[in-house]
């Protein structure tokens, strides 16, 4: 198993231009969660899904938006990039809210 | 709300010391209590869990503690390594709530040889 995998690893926008990170897991997982993590801040809850087609929002979602087609894949889209964006990124899926998280590699992002 | 809340921020240890880290809650109700690793450039990792009725949970030279009256964990490093050198963050469930999950902001742990 792959567990999650997210792309890029690495990315470098421009203010206002928009882009989608993608993430995909491959255990079946019903639960799936975006987070973005700062210096000093830890994990903040980006948006969630509990299952194909159902999708909420978590402490951080402006400027976010999510989709859950499958239950395989939660792709991650920037509407309009503001440096404010500027941060590591992580897709995490599990069997449910309250198990155990198995996060992804993470993406870097900056917005310039 | 429910908060947690980590200590120390950072600290620097020699390798083969012992550290403990400490992880206070005010998740309610409590679920369960998580403990995770995150090595620089990498996504957590959990190390343990721990419910209501588990008060000590070991995973090889990491050793988790609760005591849910007074609502705080520990973790306690045994014989560090270079390879502990990492962030350990505490992440506590609610058994509701759309948001069920609290994160600690982390204790990053420094070890020199």
């Known amino acids: 198993n792959a567990g999650v995998t997210q792309t890029p690893k690495f990315q470098v926008l421009k203010t206002g231009q928009s882009m989608t990170l993608q993430c995909a897991q491959d255990?079946?997982?019903?639960?799936m969660s975006w987070y973005r993590q700062d210096p000093g801040m830890g994990l903040r809850l980006i948006h969630y899904?509990?299952?194909?087609?159902?999708?909420d929002q978590g402490e951080v979602p402006n400027g976010y938006n999510v989709s859950r087609s499958t239950t395989e894949d939660f792709p991650l889209r920037l509407l309009s990039a503001a440096p404010s964006q500027t941060s590591v990124y992580f897709c995490?899926?599990?069997?449910?809210?309250?198990?155990?998280?198995?996060f992804g590699p993470g993406t870097r992002l900056t917005v310039t | 709300k429910n908060q947690v809340e980590q200590s120390p921020q950072s600290l620097i240890i020699l390798e083969g010391k012992n550290c403990t880290l400490q992880c206070n809650y005010t998740v309610s109700p409590f679920s369960n209590l998580r403990w995770y690793k995150q090595d620089t450039g990498r996504g957590p990792v959990s190390l343990t869990i721990m419910t209501f009725s588990e008060n000590t949970k070991s995973n090889g030279r990491y050793t988790a503690t609760l005591d849910a009256d007074t609502k705080q964990s520990s973790l306690h490093i045994t014989a560090s390594q270079l390879s502990d050198s990492a962030s350990y963050i505490c992440v506590v469930s609610a058994f509701y709530g759309n948001n069920r999950l609290a994160f600690g902001k982390g204790n990053q742990v420094v070890v020199i040889p």
């Open positions: 899904s509990v299952g194909a087609g159902i999708t």
């Open positions: 995490a899926s599990s069997r449910g809210q309250g198990a155990e998280q198995y």
């Open positions: 255990m079946n997982h019903e639960y």
